[in-house]
T-cell receptor
């Protein structure tokens, strides 16, 4: 069956360091992959979309990679700040958009 | 990105009552909107796809008679939880699809608590 795994439920990173979150999927061949940020009690906010023919995409301090051979996406936040603390969700299209369970990132001052 | 609003943001109701949640697209016409439910520490689960002017498409296991969806205009979709029970307590989130970019824009969510 198809599965999306974000293998860290929670991640603590020191302020200023790079935070790296992982999204692995099985039995999918998605045309693209998305990353969202969700703050407590709020709806998700779209961050980045990366397509299958793109290896890497950047937006300000964010960088996403997409390895269709490994079936994995990495999400990096460089020069992390306490304001980056949130839950980050990856999502893949499969007739509908399916979300991973998320990684709760905490940036420690 | 697109702007989506939801109303109310929080609602507390007694068991057996019905609750209506509104989802509005504020800056473009959305032919397709989605309704999700999220339980604590879990991911978003799609409940149904709301199509303007036609019947909603419900996901497996979601009771269409309990969760009534109406998408009467290109800017408004409503979800009515009928005869709510405590197990319906959850965070309900709508989204609209920007098909040109394959991106969904989410509303701020509605926290429903059924006593």
């Amino acid at each position: 069956s198809q599965k999306i795994e974000q293998n860290s439920e929670a991640l603590n990173i020191q302020e200023g360091k790079t935070a790296t979150l992982t999204c692995n999927y099985t039995n999918y061949s998605p045309a693209y992959l998305q990353w969202y940020r969700q703050d407590p009690g709020r709806g998700p906010v779209f961050l980045l979309l990366i397509r299958e023919n793109e290896k890497e995409k950047r937006k300000e301090r964010l960088k996403v990679t997409f390895d269709t051979t490994l079936k994995q996406s990495l999400f990096h936040i460089t020069a992390s700040q306490p304001a980056d603390s949130a839950t980050y969700l990856c999502a893949l299209p499969n007739e509908k958009l399916t979300f991973g369970t998320g990684t709760r990132l905490t940036i420690i001052p | 990105g697109a702007v989506v609003s939801q109303h109310p943001s929080r609602v507390i109701c007694k068991s057996g009552t019905s609750v209506k949640i509104e989802c509005r697209s504020l800056d473009f016409q959305a032919t397709t909107m989605f309704w999700y439910r999220q339980f604590p520490k879990q991911s978003l689960m799609l409940m149904a796809t709301s199509n303007e002017g036609s019947k909603a498409t419900y996901e497996q296991g979601v009771e269409k008679d309990k969760f009534l969806i109406n998408h009467a205009s290109l800017t408004l979709s409503t979800l009515t939880v009928t005869s709510a029970h405590p197990e319906d307590s959850s965070f309900y989130i709508c989204s609209e699809l920007a098909s040109s970019t394959d991106t969904q824009y989410f509303g701020p969510g509605t926290r429903l608590t059924v006593l």
